[in-house]
């Protein structure tokens, strides 16, 4: 689905762009224009970031074997 319309930004890509080291809008911003013309998009972008980077988070876990 379309995230950011101005500039035809799919949720896809800002997880592709989150996997890739982007950790904040700004990086989102930089690298796919996220919010860089009418700023609508900015929350939900923020809450797909938030969203990628919880679960990147979750899928690799440190595990310590004794
Ligand atoms: S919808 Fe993203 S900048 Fe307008």
Known sequence: MYVCICNAVTDRQ???T???GALSLTDLKDRLGVASCCGCCADLASSFLANTAG???MV???TVEH
């Open 14 to 16: 800002i997880q592709e």
């Open 18 to 20: 989150v996997a890739a």
């Open 55 to 57: 679960k990147a988070n």
């Open 60 to 62: 690799s876990p440190i």
